[in-house]
């Protein structure tokens, strides 16, 4: 049983969710898969078996609908950050809209890169957030939840002072220059990377679960990218450290790794011994996102909190 997915959780869970055959069509559409390639998917249904933790018998219902949602308060985050930093501007009203409580953004404003090769791949990224944010809305319809409030001001700073990057006092603006912008980017990529790799065990359906695969495989290019960026220009230190205060909040596990090994040289792929990336529980995701070891609710880039039923931290402290 995966920590924070407990049965009170699963009891607690979007069992009720909007999910219906209109919106099981609409995602089949975003995802390519019309005609043909829809009569053999007799498995989609509205409520998704799960495992369970071997005490209740299994047959426990969670939604992957809960499971997209979670993912898609993340693709608003990274597509605000993004999107905002190449073009100053943030994601259009038609795409925000949906259930819980809409928020707004706070900070963020345009980049002025030094680097023309630096802005190609921020606006290359921006545009992947950006698809992102509408396949999966797509994907839910009457089901998406809207875009939750986001911070993208206070929370950087909380997070560098945490980290030890800057001092008590002083401020961490990631819009300020192309290096302050890749050390924003890094707080947001490997989280995504592992919450979509801890999130699959999650997702019954094939389908959904074919498609979140190709997000993480998105979202992996990205870190790669970020973490070789973030190399090249001696961000090595400032990384470090970013690295283990994600470590201080998810859990005592030391997971986390930076962008050098133990000997000075170069670690793009955070991976176990058997170079197999590692998870991070929804409950961990969420803990790094509201800069919080604690089980809460809001906080950090969420000040409100996330919409949808899977929104609380995991206990860490």
Not at 71 to 87: C, G, I, K, S, W
Not at 164 to 169: H, K, S, T, Y
Not at 178 to 184: D, V
Not at 257 to 270: H, K, L, R, S, Y
């Amino acid at each position: 049983m995966f920590p924070g997915f407990t049965k009170k959780f699963l009891n607690d869970s979007i069992t009720r969710s909007a999910e219906n055959p209109m919106d099981r069509r609409r995602f089949l559409r975003a995802a390519g898969l019309t005609g043909a390639g829809v009569a053999g998917l007799g498995v989609l249904g509205s409520g998704l078996a799960y495992a369970g933790d071997g005490n209740d018998g299994g047959g426990s219902q969670v939604s992957d609908a809960a499971v997209l949602n979670f993912a898609l308060n993340l693709e608003y985050l990274e597509a605000e950050f993004y999107l905002r930093a190449v073009t100053g501007e943030g994601l259009k009203d038609s795409q925000i809209d949906g259930k819980g409580e809409l928020g707004q953004v706070t900070g963020g404003r345009k980049v002025k890169f030094e680097t023309e090769l630096g802005k190609q791949y921020a606006r290359e990224i921006a545009d992947d957030e950006n698809a992102h944010v509408d396949f999966l809305r797509s994907a839910l319809g009457d089901a998406k939840v809207s875009r939750p409030a986001i911070d993208l001001q206070e929370a950087f700073t909380a997070a560098a002072q945490a980290a030890g990057v800057i001092g008590q006092g002083q401020t961490f603006d990631p819009f300020a220059d192309e290096t302050s912008f890749l050390l924003g980017a890094f707080i947001f990529e490997d989280v995504g990377v592992t919450a979509y790799k801890g999130a699959s065990p999650l997702i019954a359906n094939k389908t959904f679960l074919e498609a979140a695969a190709g997000i993480l495989a998105v979202e992996a290019y990205h870190a790669g990218l970020v973490r070789t960026l973030l190399l090249q220009g001696g961000a090595a230190e400032a990384v470090g450290k970013i690295s283990d205060a994600r470590d201080s909040l998810d859990g005592p596990a030391d997971l986390d790794q930076g962008i050098t090994d133990e000997f000075g040289d170069a670690n793009i792929v955070p991976a176990d011994e058997n170079a197999i990336a590692f998870s991070r529980t929804p409950g961990q995701v969420l803990n790094i996102a509201y800069l919080n070891p604690a089980a809460v609710t809001s906080g950090g880039f969420f000040p409100a909190g996330v919409n949808g039923e899977v929104n609380s931290s995991d206990a860490n402290n």
